[in-house]
């Protein structure tokens, strides 16, 4: 059982700046996120792009701003389970929740926000005969640690960031990195589209395009996989296929909580704080929904802000809490650092 003061459901942008209002609270966070790594859509769905509406970023990169995000969360040192879905939750008769994940894992907290973006994202799937067979014996859909890769063959298909840039990282991993593409223009940074043509000029990386995965073979794991090439059948060796077509956003089993639910988004008090029709639940970002919402990253910051001025008020019924700027107050970590303004120097000028 991990208990903590706040389960933040959701590690993107939202979650993670979640984590830093309630740290200035003294308030500690947990975070669950069904995605293998922090950042939700900016980590997996275009790390490499740049965002433009950030406030006092005239241009950042999604992928530095998850990097950002993380190394002001640090001092707070907040928990992370990621690669688990939450699945269950159970009011406890104090007021207090448990959230159990789809791998049984159980948190306890008496402030549940969910942050989940769109929802879990769950992989597209292709089209393919027996693909669910070979789940977990040669087709993978994230990666986690690419060490499972070494010296192996594999087979990457898609055309956006994440394939080219996985096909870029494993080439010094893999044995041989064959990448599929149904066109032959791809859809990603053009630094990343470069190196790929540089590597399969240098023999790193081999290329079929266009031509689309049909089939696969393997009797207890994946050994090959059909390709259709130009109208022309043909069968490659492989350890592992990795289809990155990107993710469908799906809200999943939080939709059987008992929550407030309008098309596929949940319904919040955002007069107040962020609450749904269920005390304790918060929903920010864009998971939620309320009159004139807009779902940008900006305004997920300030539903986080909100929301944990209300958890704080849960959690220390009858205790006041007066907002001081962090400029005046500073920032104490809760691994003993502190972030301060240099103080003022009071000398006479003669």
């Known amino acids: ?18 984590v830093f209002e309630a740290g200035l609270l003294k308030l500690k966070c947990h975070i669950l996120d069904a995605l293998p790594q922090a950042g939700g859509q900016l980590s997996e769905l275009y790390p490499k792009k740049p965002i433009y509406d950030i406030p006092g970023f005239p241009e950042v990169l999604a992928g530095d701003l998850v990097d950002n995000l993380m190394e002001q969360i640090k001092q707070f040192e ?60 040669g087709i993978k859909y994230f990666i986690k640690n690419p060490e499972k890769f070494r010296d192996k063959k594999v087979v990457i ?59 696969l073979n393997g009797a207890e794991h994946l050994e090959s996989i059909d390709i259709e090439e130009n109208g022309a059948h043909r069968t490659i060796a492989t350890d592992y296929f990795i289809p990155l077509f990107g993710l469908t956003p799906k809200l999943g089993p939080i939709g059987d909580w008992g929550l407030d639910i309008e098309k596929n988004a949940i319904k919040v008090n955002n007069a107040l704080d962020y609450q749904t029709n269920i005390p304790g639940i918060f929903a920010i970002g864009d998971v939620n929904t309320y009159p004139g919402k807009l779902k940008l990253i900006l305004c997920g910051f300030h539903e986080a802000t909100l929301m944990c001025q209300a958890a704080y008020q849960i959690i220390n019924p009858g205790k006041k809490y007066v907002l001081k700027y962090t400029t005046v107050s ?4 809760f691994d003993g650092t502190r972030k301060e303004a240099p103080k003022a120097v009071v000398k006479a000028i003669v």
């Open 1 to 18: 059982m991990i208990k903590t003061d706040i389960l933040i459901i959701g590690a993107g942008p939202t979650g993670l700046f979640a």
């Open 78 to 137: 907040p928990g992370f389970t990621l690669g688990e879905r939450a699945e269950t939750i159970e009011k406890q008769e104090d007021g207090s929740f448990i959230v159990t994940s789809n791998k049984g894992k159980k948190f306890h907290a008496p402030v549940v926000a969910i942050a989940g973006g769109l929802g879990s994202f769950e992989p597209r799937k292709p089209l393919i005969e027996d693909i669910e067979f070979y789940e977990d014996k």
């Open 157 to 215: 298909a898609g055309g956006g960031d994440s394939a080219l840039d996985w096909s870029i990282f494993l080439s010094n991993v893999a044995s041989e990195v064959t990448l599929i593409h149904r066109r032959n223009e791809f859809r990603g940074a053009l630094d990343s589209v470069e190196k790929v043509q540089e590597l399969k000029n240098s023999g790193k990386i081999k290329m079929i395009t266009p031509a689309e995965v049909v089939g």
């Open 330 to 333: 500073g920032v104490d970590g």
